[in-house]
């Protein structure tokens, strides 16, 4: 089959923060395959960015269940697809175990399941004799390109910016409620807008209804901090981070989204996730084996720091 012909299926599902760290991964796709057919397999929550985009030709929402209806959808669409090729770019084997064995045995046509690997894809090219039948298996690497991602496409409404300071630094508090070991004690984000209004300098405080209460407390403690509690959507991340100084935030995916703006993003870490700590000339991270072992006093001075070098 001629390349402008290929039907591909592109596969990442899980948290904001990886859908947006593997955004270069899919440009690189649609880069090397520019003619094809693109489906991109995602949560509905990512398909407002997806759109945006303008990378993909079609879409399936996976509703990341295991009721039997969800998962029987699923599986059909893989396997009945006519696809030609399947990049699973998960960071997780979920979908593998989920989907890839049942897929493989329904399939009645030839695909190409690539998976993920350190630098590029290993796939796995499944031959049908007969639509029932298992196949023959052969396991070759894929090498793809790799790219930075890049989040200049992503734009939102801004209902709510009129709202924002002339300048002000960008703080995002939260992070997922399963993962509370990435969460900076409110107590230091507290000190550290104070820290900042001594120096004169706003700050805005991102968030969801999640963070409520721990937002109003970080802001009830000087008039220079901005409550953005439920006031940006997550299209509008991107053009907050560029309004902004610079961005302080924890290992979450709107702090990976400032990060990917070309913004200064001073991101926190413990040393358990300090795998998915990205690397750029305007990132700068910091990383201790417990997050609440990083003191206020060493991300101000990284913020002086940006900022006198800026």
């Known amino acids: 089959m ?14 904001l923060g990886d859908f947006i760290l593997q955004t ?22 990512f398909l407002k960015i997806a759109k945006q985009t303008g990378w993909f030709d079609d879409y399936i929402i996976d509703n990341r269940t295991w009721y039997p209806t969800d998962w029987i959808r699923i599986v059909h669409k893989l396997a009945f697809g006519h696809y030609d090729m399947i990049f699973d770019i998960q960071m997780q084997s979920r979908t593998k175990r989920k989907y890839y064995s049942l897929a493989r045995l329904l399939a009645p046509h ?9 630098k590029g894809y290993n796939v796995v090219e499944v031959t049908k004799a007969c639509p029932l039948h ?36 960008l703080i995002i508090p939260g992070c997922s409620p399963n993962h509370p070991y990435k969460k900076w004690p409110v107590l230091s984000y ?19 209804s999640i963070e409520k209460k721990e937002i109003a407390s970080i ?27 610079m961005v302080v935030g924890n290992d979450t995916g709107p702090t ?7 913004k200064p993003t001073i991101t926190l870490f413990c040393s358990k996730t300090k795998h998915c700590a990205y690397k750029a000339p305007n990132v700068h991270n910091i990383i201790r084996d417990s997050i609440s072992g990083i003191s206020v006093q060493e991300v101000m001075d990284q913020i002086q720091s940006i900022m006198h070098n800026a």
């Open 2 to 15: 001629t390349e402008d012909k290929k039907r591909i299926l592109i596969i990442k599902l899980g948290a």
């Open 134 to 169: 298992w196949g023959h298996a052969n396991q070759f690497f894929l090498p793809l390109p790799s790219k930075k991602a890049t989040l200049e496409f992503c734009h939102g409404e801004n209902k709510n910016f009129h709202l924002l300071p002339q300048k002000f630094v």
């Open 110 to 118: 030839k695909f190409c399941w690539a998976f993920e690997a350190q």
């Open 256 to 262: 990976h989204m400032a990060e990917l703006v070309n």
């Open 219 to 245: 802001c009830a403690t000087t008039p220079m901090a901005v409550n953005f509690c439920d006031k940006a959507s997550l299209l509008d991340i991107p053009d907050l981070a560029r309004r902004s100084i």
């Open 24 to 45: 270069g991964q899919m440009k690189a796709i649609r880069d090397a395959y520019p003619q094809a057919h693109i489906t991109l397999m995602t949560n509905k929550s």
């Open 190 to 208: 507290t000190d550290l807008v104070q820290l900042l209004a001594e120096q004169e300098i706003p700050s805005v405080v991102l968030g969801t």
